[in-house]
């Protein structure tokens, strides 16, 4: 039974799709939607009791919350490919649980905020008060991530790995306000490197084509 995974590209689905996409794992999509309220169908509801995407069936074992399928991922296909995207020892593990675990408390809900209100609402619902107060807050978990990123390329280890994932998943969102990130060059560089790979790219692409169907 292939591994699927439930969610459109152009949502938190995106985000185990990335992880997907590098390591080369075979899986199939269900394209649940969630502007269209089929996350809240019974057929859904019994996959993630939360009403949201995504989720993953791996041949019965059931895991949502997008960070939890990540990381989930990168540890059962640690060595698949050639390339591990998971924790090599203890240390790294704490590293990849640790900014996980940060951009979802620290940075998620002022990063939604930015994209929110900066692009993806309709122009007469935005709010250029309620971007500017959570790019003023960004500004503090961002220099943390700056320190951390002017003496190493990536967030743990010395490789790409499942944190950069998770991390540059959230950042990305504070693109459309580019003068927040102009002023951490580590981050903003880091962040294109993680971008322009091409399992991300790939990802991407299959959110627009969505968007054209939809
Ligand atoms: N913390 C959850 C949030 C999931 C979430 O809110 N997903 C959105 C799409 S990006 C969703 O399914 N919304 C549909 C709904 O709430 O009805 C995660 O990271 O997986």
Redesign the pocket.
């Known amino acids: 039974m292939v591994l699927k995974v439930y ?1 459109i590209a152009a ?3 995106s ?1 185990p799709l990335w992880l997907l996409e590098e390591l080369g794992v075979p899986y199939e999509r269900v394209p ?1 939607d ?2 269209t ?1 089929a ?2 169908q019974a057929e859904m509801l019994a996959i ?1 009791p ?6 993953l069936d791996d041949e019965g074992i059931i895991v ?6 990540t990381l989930y991922l990168a540890r059962k296909y640690a060595s698949h490919g050639g390339l591990n995207l998971g924790a090599q020892n203890l240390t790294e593990e704490a590293e990849l649980l640790r900014w996980s675990f940060w951009v ?1 408390t620290e940075v ?1 809900k002022d990063a939604l905020s930015v994209l929110m209100h900066r692009m993806a609402m309709p122009a007469e619902r935005r709010d250029a008060r309620l971007a500017e107060q959570a790019e003023k807050r960004l500004a503090v978990p961002l220099r943390v991530l700056e320190a951390h990123l002017a003496t190493r390329p990536w967030l743990a280890g010395d490789r790409f790995t499942v944190a950069d994932v998770n991390v540059a998943s959230i950042v990305s969102w504070i693109r459309p306000a580019p003068q927040v990130l102009a002023v951490f060059p580590a981050v903003s560089d880091w962040l294109q490197r993680c971008l322009d790979r091409p399992a991300q790219r790939r990802v991407r692409t299959m959110a627009s084509a969505e968007s054209k169907i939809a």
Do not use: K, L
């Open positions: 969610g949502s938190r689905a985000r649940v969630y502007r309220g996350t809240r993630n939360n009403g949201h995407i995504p989720a949502w919350e997008s960070m939890a399928c979802m998620e």
